[in-house]
């Protein structure tokens, strides 16, 4: 895959949390992150791509202390895939630009999508709307 990034590159631009969580499908302790509790408006981007996954209008406080959405800022850049490690069938969900782990995606999210986009910080890059440069 030519868009695949150079991983030996990433573990030196990424921390050993990011590397793990996004090419190691790790997850964060709970109530650890950076963004779980985070409320400014902007972007949640991929911390390995950069592309633009998550807006903070669909972020919401699901009390388990990782950073939740109700929907993706588009659905075509996630990828679902379904995962039966742990003893549990989940729903896995990566970044379709560049594969990234994520984090899971659960049918219990409030309305209008009653879905739950729970996320790991350690994935995620907030952007502010006030430091938006194009
Ligand atoms: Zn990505």
């Not at 499908?25 to 408006?41: I, N, P």
């Not at 993706?72 to 970044?95: F, I, N, Q, Y």
């Amino acid at each position: 895959m030519s868009d695949t990034p150079d991983l030996d590159g990433l573990k030196e631009r990424l921390t050993a949390l990011q590397y793990h969580v996004t090419q190691e499908a790790g997850t964060e302790r709970a109530f650890s992150g950076e963004y779980w509790d985070h409320h400014e408006d902007g972007t949640y981007r991929c911390i390995v791509c950069g592309a633009e996954l998550f807006g903070s209008g669909t972020k919401f406080d699901s009390g388990t202390g990782w950073p939740s959405f109700y929907e993706a800022l588009d659905p075509a850049r996630v990828t679902l895939k379904e995962d039966r490690s742990h003893g549990m069938v989940r729903t896995e969900v990566e970044c379709a630009g560049c594969g990234a782990h994520l984090g899971h995606l659960f049918p219990d999210g409030p309305r209008p999508t009653g879905m739950r986009y729970c996320m790991n910080s350690a994935s995620l890059d907030f952007v502010g709307a006030t430091d938006e440069q194009d």
